[in-house]
C-alpha cells in the first residue's frame, strides 16, 4: 500500500529532465544526462547559471498567476529552491509564498539508502503550512531533483493542494538504485585445492619458506590417490 502511494505521487510530479544516477545504470552517462545531473546539483549552490537554465526548461509547465512554494530541505531550510522559485515567478508573473516549514529535521534519502532504509513516508517529512489558505490557487511546489513524490506529497497534505514541479526527475525508487552486488563466498574447493597443493609439495621435499605444517580446512576429506 505504501509503495503504491509512492508510485502516485511521482505520477503525478512533473520534471522536465531526466535524471540519472551513476548508481542506478551499468554503463557511463551520456553527455546529457551528465549535464542535467551537474546543473541539478548546482542548482544547490544557488548557482546562477544554473537557475537560468532550469528556469527556461520549467516555466512552460508554470501557468500565469501561479503560487509557488519552494520546498524545504532534509535540514527545513529553503536557500536551495527559493532562488528557483524567484526567478521562475518572475518570467511567469506568479508569486512565490515560503510559508511551507518543517517542525522537525528530516534524514536525508542517502542517509536513509546508507542505512538499507526505503523512501520516507510523507508523515514523517513533519511538514507544516504556516501562510494563508490556498484554497483555488495554482499551487506549484518546486524542487531541484524529485526522488519519489514524497516531499510533494508532504507539502499536499500539508497545504491541501498543490502538485509538484522539479528540474529533474529521477526513476521510481523501485529502480533507482541498482542492487548491491552478491558478496563473494569463500571459494571451499579452492581451499581444499590449496591444501591438497601444500601436502604434495611436502611429501616431495619442497619445504614451505616458513616450515609451516598444512592445517587442513574444515571439511576437508582426504582424495584418494593424492
Known amino acids: 500500500q505504501e509503495a ?7 505520477d503525478s510530479g512533473i520534471g522536465v529532465e531526466k535524471y540519472v544516477s551513476p548508481r542506478q545504470v551499468d554503463r557511463a552517462l551520456t553527455s546529457k544526462e551528465k549535464k542535467v545531473r551537474d546543473t541539478a546539483y548546482a542548482l544547490k549552490a544557488e548557482d546562477p547559471g544554473a537557475i537560468d537554465r532550469a528556469v527556461a526548461a520549467m516555466k512552460s509547465k508554470v501557468p500565469a498567476g ?11 531550510d529553503v536557500r536551495d529552491t527559493l532562488p528557483l522559485a524567484q526567478k521562475l515567478a518572475e518570467a511567469t508573473g506568479s508569486t512565490v509564498d515560503a510559508s511551507l516549514i518543517k517542525t522537525g529535521k528530516t534524514e536525508s534519502i542517502r542517509a536513509r539508502r546508507m542505512r538499507g532504509g526505503g523512501q520516507t513516508p510523507p508523515g514523517e517529512h513533519n511538514m507544516e503550512w504556516t501562510g494563508v489558505d490556498l484554497s483555488g490557487e495554482n499551487v506549484v511546489f518546486i524542487d531541484n531533483v ?6 510533494f506529497q508532504a507539502a499536499r497534505d500539508a497545504i491541501g493542494t498543490g502538485r509538484g514541479l522539479a528540474y529533474a526527475k529521477a526513476e521510481p525508487f523501485e529502480s533507482q538504485v541498482a542492487p548491491a552486488p552478491p558478496q563473494k563466498q569463500p571459494d571451499e ?17 619442497e619445504a614451505l619458506s616458513k616450515r609451516i605444517v598444512p592445517t587442513p580446512p574444515p571439511g576437508y576429506q582426504p582424495v584418494p590417490g593424492s
Open 4 to 10: 503504491k502511494g509512492f508510485r502516485t505521487a511521482w
Open 189 to 205: 574447493d579452492g581451499q581444499f585445492d590449496l591444501f591438497r597443493a601444500m601436502v604434495i609439495k611436502a611429501l616431495k621435499g
Open 146 to 151: 524529485m526522488l519519489s513524490g514524497s516531499t
Open 66 to 76: 501561479s503560487v509557488l512554494v519552494p520546498m524545504p530541505s532534509s535540514l527545513g
